[in-house]
């Protein structure tokens, strides 16, 4: 457990390093992504061996994933004056493994001063990211047998599906929420404006963890979705 926040610590620090420029960017980064619409797509970003993202862009919000945990970044706006505010959805007992992303739909090479600024230039040492577009991505092997496949639904809405390979699925999924704020909505969890919801389990949110057991015993697969159309924090 000590090994695990140390982890998740190492990675934290790093975010909070990449912050600063990533804030004062959001005027450039907001037009560049205006260029195209990536709502419904996932956008996976990497400078060699330095630097490897994933994540969902929308209006205020990005949805970033990663091998442990989602994070929910939302955006400052300097009309309403509301600073930019992140929460953490981290995974328990899966398995080590890297989001990847699954049904390419293009590719190309992004300046990164056009997509943050000249400071990432200076931290990343590099004047070009790759950026990849996918339709979905895939956890291969969250647990073992079980992948964990990301997609987006007919509603918008980001919907998160455990696919047993072989069998019904046992092992009930749970989710830590770093978010002072999170509460209880009446079908989910409110988690900086995303509702966590399910069609296919009972949740049940206490104490800042989210369990998600499964209705029937004999699925193969069953879901959670993240609704990022909640304007309420």
Same mark, same amino acid.
């Given at each position: 457990?000590?090994?695990? $926040?140390?982890?998740?610590?190492?990675?934290?620090?790093?975010?909070?390093?990449?912050?600063?420029?990533?804030?004062?960017?959001?005027?450039?980064?907001?037009?560049?992504?205006?260029?195209?619409?990536? +709502?419904?797509? $996932?956008?996976?970003?990497?400078?060699?061996? @330095?630097?490897? !993202? *994933?994540?969902?862009? %929308?209006?205020?919000?990005?949805? *970033?994933?990663?091998?442990?945990?989602?994070? *929910?970044?939302? @955006?400052?706006?300097?009309?309403?004056?509301?600073?930019?505010?992140?929460?953490?959805?981290?995974?328990?007992?899966?398995? @080590?493994?890297?989001?990847?992303?699954?049904? !390419? #739909?293009?590719?190309? @090479?992004?300046? #990164?001063?056009? /997509?943050?600024?000249? +400071?990432?230039?200076?931290? !990343? %040492?590099?004047? %070009?990211?790759?950026?990849?577009?996918?339709?979905?991505?895939?956890?291969?092997?969250? =647990?073992?047998? /079980?992948?964990?496949?990301?997609?987006?639904?007919?509603?918008?809405?980001?919907? $998160? &599906?455990?696919?047993?390979?072989?069998?019904? !699925?046992?092992?009930?999924?749970?989710?830590?929420?770093?978010?002072?704020?999170?509460?209880?909505?009446?079908?989910?969890?409110?988690? &900086?404006?995303?509702? *966590?919801?399910?069609?296919?389990?009972?949740?049940? =949110?206490?104490?800042?963890? #989210?369990?998600?057991? &499964?209705?029937?015993?004999?699925?193969?697969?069953?879901? $959670? +979705?993240?609704?990022? &159309?909640?304007?309420?924090?």
């Amino acid at each position: 457990m000590r090994m695990k $926040f140390v982890k998740f610590l190492t990675c934290w620090v790093l975010c909070a390093l990449l912050l600063p420029f990533a804030v004062s960017a959001q005027d450039s980064r907001s037009s560049f992504w205006e260029k195209e619409d990536y +709502t419904g797509h $996932f956008i996976h970003e990497v400078v060699g061996d @330095k630097y490897s !993202l *994933i994540k969902n862009v %929308q209006k205020d919000k990005e949805i *970033i994933l990663r091998s442990d945990r989602i994070e *929910i970044l939302k @955006k400052a706006n300097v009309v309403t004056g509301a600073h930019e505010v992140s929460t953490y959805l981290l995974f328990s007992d899966m398995n @080590k493994v890297q989001p990847k992303g699954q049904e !390419l #739909i293009r590719s190309s @090479k992004e300046n #990164i001063a056009t /997509v943050y600024n000249d +400071t990432a230039v200076q931290y !990343l %040492q590099a004047q %070009q990211m790759d950026m990849h577009v996918y339709a979905s991505v895939v956890y291969p092997n969250f =647990y073992d047998g /079980v992948d964990l496949e990301v997609s987006f639904d007919g509603a918008g809405e980001m919907v $998160f &599906n455990l696919v047993s390979k072989s069998g019904s !699925l046992e092992k009930p999924l749970e989710l830590t929420v770093w978010d002072a704020n999170a509460r209880s909505s009446s079908d989910g969890v409110i988690s &900086n404006g995303v509702n *966590i919801a399910s069609t296919s389990a009972d949740m049940s =949110y206490s104490k800042g963890k #989210i369990d998600f057991v &499964n209705r029937n015993r004999s699925r193969r697969s069953y879901s $959670f +979705t993240l609704d990022l &159309n909640q304007s309420t924090l």
